[in-house]
Every structure is written in structure tokens, then in C-alpha cells.
């Protein structure tokens, strides 16, 4: 169905932006990727028809509706799904954060499986059914139901519990100051990205002209009637094809987010609820004790490296080697284009490049793998290696800076090219 009504740039000209912004916003943890380079202008459109048979409303008013949503008890099923190209990340996302992946956990090891750092991470591939429940800012709990087993986050209060069915461990973090919450994983069970309105709202977050929004029909979501918000970018180059929201016409909750590639295909991330309730769930779904003969790993047993990210002897050769690495070290990052086209520019810890064949940096078998994970691509720059996702592309080149966005390969080799 096409879009209603005529496109209209309502950004005032001259609006400043910002040249710098954090890391974070372009770090790739999945779920976030995608909808954090999703800046949208706003363009007037009605919804005159579908099923079921909504008012009229226009995109401002929708998004305004989504804006002024205050939903703050729910429980229900989400079904979630993921497809970036890319291989299971649960045990690799352990491996990175310091935590319960792989040889790091259990007897004699490192972390815990019940740990939220590695474990939320599994939503980043394949489809997933999550059972989710909320009431008010300080209750909430998400659970990943397998076939056989669960495992569930609950914040209750100052408390956060991770509960691993399968292993029977649990993890334990207690406390609100904010390196705690990083590190506990208390911010991933406040913050998690894992319902249509966490993702909604990371797309919404800014405002501009390199993108249309319409309101394109309506939709019934979980038995609810909705309204469908596409979002679509203006610019050329992005990997972004297209971004739709249906939104609960009553609330004013999103109940299903879909982005869809470029290059088409299916979604690269599709989550929506399956079935949902409004109203406030029981007090003891918040409740936790975890069971006889489970493994209680408390968070500051797990180390520091959940938090502020210190590199062993041998991570990292030349400048910088065995210095604490934080956010606030990414200073130099740039910024080039913006909108959709935003790239990220910035230079890797010690000023170097990916290790190359007979550096003897890498065991010849390692080498081989990173060799198949990317492309060899080179210009005025010199040369580097393009990492591609059906999303998310990054060029590092052999002098160590990395480009990276929601961008096409060749927009990366450009931006280098112009950097030269």
C-alpha cells in the first residue's frame, strides 16, 4: 500500500548538529545497530483505510502518540527474530564481555551462564520467543524460552537476578549506582532492546530531513487494532530499506517493529508481541529464589572486566598496550555525513591494523578465518579489509582506522578516500 499524502520536509534549516557523539550509539551490540542510525523527518500522511478501520491520524500525530505513551504495566509474548548474516553470538558475546561464554564458565572458569552479559546477547541471531512483564520502572522481567529450558532477567528493586534453567545457575547483583548497573547487567533489565517499544524508541530519537515517515494503513498486532508508521530514509547509500511500527491506536504502544535491508530479503530484525495485556501483573512475577543446588554467582565476583574493558599483556602491540580502555578514550571518534549516511570514524588502540599473513601476529588457522570474514578492498587510503553484515558495514584499514556504519561498502571506501 503507498504511502498518503505528500512528502514534506518540516525540519527547520539551519538546525545545529552535533559533530561528536558518543560511542555507544555506534557501538553493534544487534538489536541496537540497526535503529540507532534511524534519524527521521516528519511528513504528514493519513491513514484512511485498512483493517480494521481506524481514524484518520497524521505521522506528527502518531509519533507524538507513541511519544506521549506512559505504559507503564504490560505482560505478555514477544517473538523476536534476527538476521544479520551472521553466526550464533552466545558464546562469542561471553568471550567479549568478560563474562559467562564458552571456556569461561563453570568449574574453574570464569563468569557465570546465568550472567546477562553474555546471555542477552543470544538475541542477536535467530528467532526467539521472550515472555515479558512490567510494572512501573522498578519491576520488570524478560525470560528467553527454549525448547526445554528458560532463562530469565528479573529487576525487582535495587536487586537484578539472571536465572539459567538449563545449567541451574543463577546471577545476583545488588545496588543502583550507575557502574554497578553496567556491569551487574541491572542497565540491560531496565534497558534491554528487546520489546517493539524499546526498539521504536531508539528510531524515534532524533529528528531531521533525511528521512520520510508516513502512515501506511493499519494493522491488527496481537489482537489489537494498530496503526502502521513506515519509516523510509531520503538518502542513498544507507543499507536501511525501511523501518514499520505498528502502533497500538488505543495506547499508543508500539506492538511490532520490522527493518527491513536495502538489498531485500527478509527482516533484519523483526520483534513484535504475539499476545499482550495491559493490566498489572501478579506481584510474584517479580519475585525470585533461586533454586536448591543452584550456583549463585554475585556480580562483583565476576571481576572488573564487566565494566571498564582492560586489555591482557598481548591484546594490543605499541602504543597504549596494558592501558585501561574506556569510552571516554574514543574522543577522537568523527562523525562523517549525517542521518542515515552517518558514518563513524576513529582509530584502533595502538594505531595499527588487523594482523596480515606471515606477520606472525596470529596462529596461520586464525588467519585464515579473519581472511574469510572479509573483503580486501583498497584506494587512495591504501588498503583494508570490509566487514559486512546485511546491515552494518566496517572497513579497518591497515593503518588502524576503523569506518563504520549502516552504510554500503562503497560509501565506506568513499569516506577513506576522503579522509586521505
Known amino acids: 500500500m503507498a504511502p498518503y499524502g505528500p512528502e514534506q520536509d518540516t525540519t527547520e534549516a539551519g538546525e545545529p548538529r552535533a559533530r561528536r557523539r558518543k560511542a555507544s550509539r555506534y557501538a553493534v551490540p544487534v538489536a541496537v545497530a540497526g535503529v540507532a542510525a534511524a534519524t527521521i523527518g516528519l511528513v504528514p500522511a493519513l491513514a484512511t ?3 480494521p478501520d481506524l481514524p484518520k491520524i497524521t505521522a506528527q500525530e502518531l509519533i507524538e502518540k507513541i511519544a506521549a505513551s506512559d505504559t507503564q504495566r504490560l505482560s505478555g509474548h514477544v517473538k523476536i527474530s534476527t538476521d544479520l548474516g551472521l553466526p550464533s553470538m552466545g558464546g562469542l558475546a561471553g568471550g567479549v564481555a568478560g ?28 528467532t526467539h520467543t521472550l515472555r515479558v512483564a512490567a510494572d512501573g520502572p522498578d519491576k520488570q522481567k524478560v525470560s528467553v524460552l527454549g525448547d526445554a ?26 545496588g543502583a549506582d550507575e557502574g554497578a548497573e553496567r556491569r551487574s547487567g541491572k542497565g540491560a533489565a531496565k534497558g534491554l532492546p ?11 530519537k532524533a529528528v531531521d530531513g533525511t528521512t520520510s515517515v508516513t502512515v501506511d494503513g493499519t494493522a491488527q498486532v496481537a489482537g489489537r487494532d494498530a496503526y502502521r508508521l513506515v519509516v523510509k530514509p ?24 520490522t527493518l527491513t535491508p536495502a538489498s531485500g530479503g527478509a527482516a533484519v530484525i523483526d520483534a513484535g508481541f504475539t499476545k499482550v495485556d495491559f ?4 506481584a510474584a512475577t517479580f519475585d525470585f529464589t533461586p533454586p536448591k543446588g543452584a550456583k549463585v554467582t554475585e556480580a562483583d565476583e565476576r571481576g572488573a572486566r564487566g ?46 591494523g588487523l594482523p596480515t599473513a606471515g606477520s606472525g601476529d596470529v596462529p596461520p588457522d586464525a588467519q585464515k578465518l579473519l581472511d ?3 573483503d580486501k578492498v583498497s584506494g587512495e587510503f591504501g588498503s583494508g579489509t570490509v566487514f559486512s553484515t546485511r546491515l552494518i558495514n566496517a572497513l579497518v584499514t591497515d593503518d588502524g582506522t576503523v569506518y563504520a556504519g549502516a552504510v554500503t561498502k562503497d560509501a565506506l571506501v568513499k569516506a577513506a578516500n576522503a579522509a586521505h
Open 49 to 51: 483505510s485498512g483493517d
Open 99 to 126: 563474562g559467562g561464554g564458552g571456556a569461561g564458565r563453570g568449574e574453574g572458569g570464569e563468569g557465570s551462564a546465568a550472567d546477562p552479559a553474555s546471555k542477552l546477547m543470544e538475541l542477536a541471531s535467530g
Open 149 to 174: 529450558s528458560e532463562y530469565s532477567l528479573i529487576h525487582n528493586g535495587d536487586e537484578v537476578w539472571g536465572y539459567d534453567s538449563a545449567s541451574n545457575e543463577a546471577y545476583h547483583a545488588q
Open 194 to 204: 528487546a520489546t517493539p517499544k524499546d526498539l521504536a524508541e531508539q528510531a524515534l
Open 234 to 257: 531520503k538518502q542513498s547509500g544507507s543499507t536501511v530499506g525501511q523501518i514499520t511500527v505498528a502502533v497500538d491506536a488505543e495506547t499508543g504502544t508500539p506492538l511490532k517493529f
Open 279 to 282: 493490566g498489572k501483573p501478579s
Open 307 to 352: 565494566g571498564d574493558f582492560k586489555p591482557k599483556d598481548g591484546d594490543f602491540k605499541g602504543k597504549g598496550e596494558g592501558k585501561e580502555f574506556k569510552e571516554e578514550d574514543l574522543n577522537d571518534l568523527r562523525v562523517i555525513g549525517e542521518g542515515w549516511d552517518s558514518i563513524a570514524e576513529l582509530k584502533l588502540p595502538g594505531g595499527q
Open 372 to 374: 574469510s570474514l572479509g
